[in-house]
């Protein structure tokens, strides 16, 4: 096996230190010396780990992606004159039974010592900090949406069936309703009429939601939970300001990517943020999609194909697209939703919409490597495709529901 690197180092961090093993190679059959020592995870602990690898003439470190725990030493050791890789811990499994932090670290230097690891994506710092503050937004949006679910409960708790007539009981008609519910009125006629614009034609319905037992005690717990509805809306504003200003050098590719059939601007932050604005780190469109999680997966043995199902793939990004898709499908006239059509006929709407999912960050790769703008290919796309196929399928099925029919073609205007 070729040796790559003679002087290579392998860490198995945890939360408190990390185990660091060297490995040096000798010349000829000798047996490579390790050496395993322990260091904090404590920013000085760490550069002077950085100053030993230097000592040590180390050319290559890899550790594993243990949860957050891999980045003060990544972060702090990228910086030096070695090679820094970031592993996907289910890539370097040990052998079973043979499992301890020492015997980790000399494993991963072994496997880095020969080249039998690659690694994982870690943008730039600028893209690192436009990711935290996308993830952050996403988790407060989940938040925010939790509680309202929360008071959905309540008013379910006091007999008040808002929700079932009202889409959103945290909109302008909803709160005005729960704020004079709160403030002591309780006349369902009179909180009806607080309705706004398209809900004003449910009123009678409302009238009849809206009598139940609503009480002092639902009262309170109801301004608790408005409150932190609005500290949640407050918070996604402040985030919304923030990634406006840290995403000004990839507007570029923002701009590109709202160009595309249910990509809105807060997908196409996401979607930046997890895969960076620049795509020369995925050598085609379809490394992309595979490590999105977007291709099918490869499964087989003795010849038989076990499953395809995709593999785990980022869940920030995967919600991202997911929320593109869907709209996507639901757009007129447009290639994604005929694909979405023509898929889900055939194979169902789960596997349509991961198709979308597929199709749009192949688009991305192809627009941000080459500056275009989308071009869409139109909703009659497969039809243009294959006019004889697509005129045979509707004879066929007319003729299933019992027409007999007749083609004569339009006379053309001369």
């Keep these: 096996m070729d040796l790559l690197h003679p002087r290579s ?7 408190r230190d990390a185990k660091v093993c060297v490995r040096v190679a000798s010349g000829g059959r000798a047996a490579a010396r390790s050496t395993v020592t322990t260091w904090g995870s404590v920013t000085n602990q760490v550069l002077a780990l950085r100053e030993h690898l230097i000592t040590e003439a180390v050319t290559l470190v890899v550790m594993e992606a243990t949860g ?45 010592a020969h080249g039998l690891v690659r690694g994982s994506f870690v943008p730039p710092e600028p893209i690192r900090q436009l990711r935290d503050l996308t993830r952050t937004r996403t ?24 929700s079932s007539v009202a889409s959103d009981i945290s909109g302008v008609s909803g709160r005005a309703m729960l704020e004079a519910l709160i403030s002591g009125q309780r006349d369902p006629v009179v909180l009806a009429e607080l309705a706004k614009r398209r809900l004003r034609s449910k009123i009678p319905a409302l009238t009849e939601a809206l ?23 407050r918070v996604v504003e402040e985030l919304t300001a923030r990634i406006e200003v840290v995403i000004e050098p990839f507007r570029g590719a923002r701009d590109l990517m709202i160009t595309i059939p249910g990509i809105s601007v ?42 395809t199902k995709t ?29 979405y059509r023509r898929i889900a006929s055939r194979r169902g709407p789960v ?6 999912e597929h199709a749009i960050l192949i688009a991305i790769w192809n627009m941000i490597t080459n500056g275009v703008f989308y071009d869409d290919l139109g909703g009659d796309f497969y039809t243009r495709l294959n006019p004889d196929k697509t005129k045979q399928r509707a004879l066929n099925q007319l003729r299933q529901m019992g027409y007999q029919v007749t083609l004569n073609p339009l006379a053309v205007a001369g």
């Design 9 to 15: 180092a392998g860490l198995d961090v945890s939360k």
């Design 311 to 339: 593999r785990p793939g980022n869940p920030y990004l995967k919600g991202a697209l997911g929320i593109a898709a869907l709209s996507a499908a639901r757009s007129h006239d447009t290639y994604l939703a005929a694909k």
């Design 68 to 112: 957050d725990y891999w980045k003060p030493f990544y972060y702090l050791l990228e910086d030096g004159p070695f090679e820094v890789l970031l592993v996907n811990a289910r890539h370097v499994k040990n052998l079973p039974g043979r499992k301890s932090d020492v015997s980790d670290a000399a494993w991963l230097a072994q496997l880095g």
């Design 211 to 233: 009598t139940g037992r609503f009480g002092e005690h639902h009262g309170f717990l109801a301004r608790l939970h408005l409150d932190l509805i609005d500290e949640h809306t």
């Design 351 to 356: 596997k349509a919409i991961v198709a979308l």
């Design 266 to 307: 807060l997908v196409a932050d996401v979607i930046i943020a997890e895969t960076g604005a620049d795509m020369s780190r995925f050598p085609t469109a379809g490394h992309l999609a595979s490590w999105a999680g977007t291709c099918p997966g490869s499964n087989e043995s003795a010849g038989r194909v076990k499953s």
């Design 139 to 162: 988790t407060v949006v989940r938040q925010r949406a939790k509680e309202i679910q929360r008071l959905e409960k309540l008013l379910e708790d006091a007999g008040i069936k808002l």
